[in-house]
């Protein structure tokens, strides 16, 4: 099993920044991947961004150029600027491995 612990989400106006947060604990393989999903209300849940545990990051279209996701251990770290209000979601982050396991979603309004 792996826990994820997410923190970081709240509520901005647009073009300002988050980080949010997510650190796996558990039973953690040496090659893995973590990142995030979003899910707005209505939509389906998407792909974010993700980082391999040798640091190789993806990339939605939607975020690229505004969002970073980064690594430190087995803590995940998404920096988000130029926040828009089509960012307004539930973040989830998600860590994969043999199996894929979900941390409970942190809310991000991006709202004036």
Not at 61 to 70: D, L, N, P, Q, W
Not at 84 to 89: G, I, R, S
Request: net charge positive.
């Amino acid at each position: 099993q792996v826990q994820l612990l997410e923190s970081g989400g709240g509520l901005v106006q647009p073009g300002g920044s988050l980080r949010l947060s997510c650190a796996a604990s558990g039973r953690i393989f040496s090659v893995y991947s973590m990142g995030w999903y979003r899910q707005a209300p209505g939509k389906q849940r998407e792909a974010v961004a993700s980082i391999t545990s040798n640091d190789r990051a993806n990339y939605s279209e939607s975020v690229k150029g505004r969002f970073t996701i980064s690594r430190d251990k087995n803590t995940v770290y998404l920096q988000m600027n130029g926040l828009k209000p089509e960012d307004t979601a539930v973040y989830y982050c998600h860590y994969r491995g043999v199996k894929m396991f979900w941390g409970q979603g942190t809310q991000v309004t991006v709202s004036a």
